[in-house]
């Protein structure tokens, strides 16, 4: 697996998350049509889709020097066409077609 092939399973994956709760919202009002208040399911929701956004900004990072590549994960795992694609780390200039090598702990 290349990291490119880990940053795009990656942040499908957040982008699943939020867009699950983003639709917990309109659903939150359609199941309160008996006047229930819809704060739970609705704060579940946001909370969801919030977590999605800042996770995408702040944990998706570079495997080889743990920069936040941020919106850039957007454009690395959705490249439809007109744009340059993505093809190295910003920062540490690693090609994304290298091998993913997950990190290594140290006991």
């Given at each position: 697996m290349s990291i490119r092939d880990y940053l795009k399973r990656r942040t499908r994956r957040i982008l699943a998350i939020g867009v699950g709760g983003w639709l917990l919202l309109p659903l939150s009002a359609i199941v309160s049509a008996d006047?229930?208040?819809p704060w739970p399911l609705a704060v579940v929701g946001v909370v969801l889709f919030g977590g999605?956004?800042?996770s995408m900004l702040f944990l998706n990072r570079c495997p080889k020097c743990r920069a936040r590549l941020g919106q850039l994960s957007g454009e690395i795992a959705f490249h439809w066409g007109t744009r340059a694609r993505v093809n190295f780390c910003p920062y540490c200039g690693v090609s994304l077609d290298a091998?993913?090598?997950p990190p290594r702990t140290v006991r």
């Open positions: 006047h229930e208040p999605a956004v800042l091998p993913y090598e």
